[in-house]
Structures are given as structure tokens and as C-alpha cells.
């Protein structure tokens, strides 16, 4: 620009200065209106339901793949789904903390005024460190964790926000652990072991590999809302009889007999399909090798989450459905157990092999853990008074929670259905008496009406409508 007058340099120099400002207020702008949708759309994932329903099963997936007994696994997901629960109340007034509410838990910390917390994000990982807490081996939800991090930094979470929720986040964490370690299970693991003995009609180890007695001290195990846990107890079992044709545990006996080798093949998809065995132990010859299902808890996990995206419903009131279910199926569990190790009920494989013939098998593996009352029964009824409650009677839907092990999925007309065909798989799977059965049903409304009189864990208790 030497030779140029200059007088055009300097229109030149001037409009080469707008341009520069132009250019920079039009990038800053730019910046913060690609800041403005990143941190708008971020709601978008974290807010999600789907995205709870992907972590619980996530934990869903580690405790089958580490074969957590069913009632151990109870206790993983109740107190991870508490711990996000606690998130959502921290951030939500429409619901009510359970501190106070269920046994020993103290109020969770409140977060700190004036820092902005994305409370679904807390939520999702409070669940997820919890849950990485009470399974094994020792790191196995973390890389789900980060992965949980970098989905909400990628959808533009400030950097101050996701901070300030991971610091809340692990103060629920913190203290829900604390609560946790305060229920008896480390002194549960040191316990006395089931004596077995040759009195006719007590429980004795089961083929094909005669495990010994499952956490024969589980009803010591602190509930969270029961007041003990014989508070439920059922009718007393029929007595032994096997010597007079009449006797109820006579007839009991051979109508799983009866049933067993005349099985058709609904009664055999039906026992495939709440099998929920989380070790079945297969036996070829002298070769021996476990195969893995979710466990029974597990399988009524999946149903919130179906039934969740079912009614519509969003991300606090998915949180508040899994955990008030994993709360029924938690002091289901311990009700039943209480019940199975008083009365000490033989096994229909058992008395069958032993009096009547030594070559019948049942459908499905015969768990190793007394038969009075069925555990299935009780926490499945539970589990399903619970769930009316939070969506209503005559809820239909599909549950393909078993398609995942190749069988096909089936539908109902209301959870109550549900879980009464739940309990009469074990009678068809050959493993239950009818009694086991009908008592563990009755046991199990008891202490899911329990739960819903006594939690108030949502200001509206109207059920959910169903919106898809």
C-alpha cells in the first residue's frame, strides 16, 4: 500500500478495523449462543428417564454377571436407588426425603445455596457409586460413571455445574454408606452355618450340587420399614404327613408330582420365563458349569423400567418408583427368610425322591434354601402393591426382560397377575408346594401394603397415567 494516496490507506485501515470488530462480535457472539444451546440441551440427557432405566440395569448386569444371591441382591439395589432418590428430593419439593421414614436413616446433606446442581446427573451417580459400593470386583460401575460425566460435558453441561454435582452427588454417597454399613450384613458374613439333620420334613441339600443352606441369617439383616422381620409372618406350614393320603402336605406333595410330569408347554414357558435362577448349576456327566439369569429382584427391576416408559412417566418419578419397589422387594426378602429358616420346610424334590420316586427331577433347579414360604410369592407380591400403588390397577403391558436369554416375553393385565403367574411358575418349575405358594402371596401383599401406608415418599400419591 505504499504508492496508494493517503487518504484511501486511511479508508482502507478504517474499514479493515470495522471489519476485525465485526468479525470478533460476531465470534463472540457465535460462542455464547453455541454455550447458550449446549448448556439448554444438556437437560435434554441427563433429564431423561430411559437414561435412569439404562443405569439401574447397568448395575442389573453386574450383579448377574458376579452371581449375587437374590437376597443380597435386594440389598444392592435398594440402597442405590435410595441414594438417588435422595438426589431428586434435595431438588424437587413435590417429594419427601426418607430419612426419618425408614430405619436409621438420618437427614441426607442439603445442597449448598447459590451453587447450581443438575440433580438428575446427581442422582444417576450417587446410584452408580452406591452401587459400585455393595457389589464386586471393585471398580466395576466406574467406567459407567465417567461414561456418565463425559455424556454430560458432551451436551454442554458448564464445567461449574457438573463440579458442583459430582461434589453432591458424593455427599448423598457418603451418606447413604454410612447408613448402609449400620444393617448387620459384615456381621452376617460370620455367622454360624445352617445344621442340617436327619429329621423327617426339614430342609436338606438339594441336587445336583447339594449347596449348603443360602444366608440362613438374612432375617437378621436390619429392614428399612418393617418393624422386625417376623412382623408379616405367615400361617404356621402344614405339618409333615405323608402316611395319611388326606393330609394337606400329602396332597401338596403329589400335585407337584402330578404336575411335573405332565407338563404342557405354556406351564413350561411360564416356569422358564420367572425361572430368574442367578446360578443354575448344569450337570453332564462328570462335567459341571453354571448359566446365569437375573435374579428375582432383578427381573421386578426391569418391570419399573418398562412400566416407567410405559405410563410416560418422567425422570423423578422413575426414580421414585424404582426406589420405593426396591424398598418392597428389600423387606420382602427378609420377611420370607425369616419364615423359611423357623420353619425349615423339606423340598417337593425331596419328599418325591425319597418316598416316591428316586428318578423325578423338577423343571427347574430346586434353589438351596428351605421351601416355606416362596420367596418369589413374597417379594413379587410385594413388589406389585407397591407398583398399583405408584401406576395404578389394570396397568397392561409386555415384559421382555427375558428375551436378552432367548425366552420369549409374555403380557399382563395388571402387576398383581404378574406376580400371582410368578408364584405358580415354582409350582410348575416342581420346586414349591401350592402352599408355599398361596401363604408367600399373602405374605407378600402384606408387606408391600406396608410400604405404601407407611412411606410417604411423594406429596401426590395419584397414580401415574398411562400416556403411550
Partial sequence: MSGTPPILRFIIQTNINYFMRLFVAVAALSAMLVASCGNKDYKKVTSDPLLYSKTVKKLNDIVLENNFPPMIASRNYAYANIAAFECIVAGDSAYQSLSGQIKGL???????????????????????????????????????????????????????????????????????????????????????????????GRWVPTPPSYTSALEAHWMEIRTLVMDSAGQCKPAAAPRFQLKDTSSQFYKAAMEVKTIGENLTEEEKHIADFWDDN??????????????????????????????????????????????????????????????????????????????YDPEWRPYIQTPPFPSYTSGHSVISASAAEVMTDIFGDNFKYTDTSEIEFGIPHRSFTSFRQAAIEASYSRMYGGIHYRFDLEEGNRQGIQVGKMIVDRLRMRKKSEPVLTSK
Avoid at 115 to 120: N, R, S, V
Fill in 106 to 200: 438420618s437427614p441426607m446433606p442439603a445442597p449448598e445455596k447459590g451453587k447450581q446442581i443438575d440433580f438428575h446427573l446427581a442422582a444417576m451417580l450417587a446410584f452408580t457409586k452406591v452401587g459400585n459400593a455393595v457389589t464386586f470386583p471393585e471398580g466395576s460401575m466406574m467406567a459407567y460413571y465417567n461414561e456418565l460425566l463425559e455424556k454430560a460435558d458432551d451436551a454442554g453441561m458448564p464445567g461449574e455445574v457438573l463440579e458442583n454435582t459430582k461434589a453432591f452427588s458424593d455427599k448423598i454417597f457418603a451418606a447413604v454408606m454410612d447408613w448402609s454399613k449400620k444393617d448387620n450384613y459384615a456381621q452376617t458374613r460370620s455367622a454360624s452355618k445352617y445344621t442340617v439333620t436327619d429329621e423327617e
Fill in 278 to 355: 442367578p446360578f443354575k448349576m448344569n450337570v453332564s456327566g462328570h462335567v459341571m458349569f453354571a448359566t446365569k439369569k437375573f435374579s428375582p429382584g432383578g427381573h421386578w427391576m426391569n418391570i419399573v423400567g418398562i412400566a416407567s416408559d410405559k405410563a410416560g412417566a418422567d425422570f423423578n418419578t422413575t426414580v421414585y418408583a424404582y426406589a420405593k419397589t426396591a424398598i418392597a422387594l428389600f423387606d420382602g426378602f427378609i420377611s420370607c427368610w425369616e419364615e423359611k429358616y423357623r420353619s425349615n420346610v423339606v423340598r417337593p424334590e425331596t419328599v418325591i425322591n425319597k418316598y
